[in-house]
């Protein structure tokens, strides 16, 4: 199940989102839909990075029976990269909800050999989603 509480006007692909995770997990997800400003406060508070970013993934501690983490999407940066890369919002919104749901899988980009990108790139041609994250992921 995905628990939503979404902040903003932003349409979320709810179906899709639900099978992606169900295609990864079996545990519940928090999700979070907020503007640029309250991003940069909690990216702010928990990274001590003060600028907005895309996407923030929080695990929950290993608890059996607990839920897998929460996940927060920021809806300006959904709709300028849809812009940027000519795909749909809802295309954009599900690259990021895969990119957040790997890192609360344990996938790290930052230091693994390649595993987290292999993974994305899996996921995205299963549910035929634009390439973009990817292509600008590479440049990381």
Request: hydrophobic share 40%; proline share 4%; aromatic share 8%.
């Amino acid at each position: 199940m995905i628990d939503i509480d979404n902040q903003t006007k932003l349409h979320i692909p709810l179906t899709t989102i639900k099978n992606i995770a169900q295609s990864l997990t079996n545990k519940d997800i928090e999700l979070l839909v907020v503007d640029s400003a309250y991003i940069q406060k909690i990216n702010f508070e928990y990274r001590n990075i003060d600028k907005p970013t895309d996407v923030l993934s929080f695990p929950f501690e290993e608890l059996p029976m607990g839920p897998l983490g929460s996940l927060i999407i920021c809806e300006d940066f959904v709709i300028s990269a849809s812009k940027s890369f000519s795909h749909s919002q809802d295309d954009e919104f599900c690259l990021l909800f895969i990119h957040g749901l790997l890192h609360l899988l344990d996938f790290d980009h930052e230091v693994d050999n390649g595993e987290m990108r292999a993974k994305e790139k899996e996921i995205i041609q299963t549910f035929s989603l634009p390439e973009s994250l990817i292509i600008r992921t590479l440049k990381d």
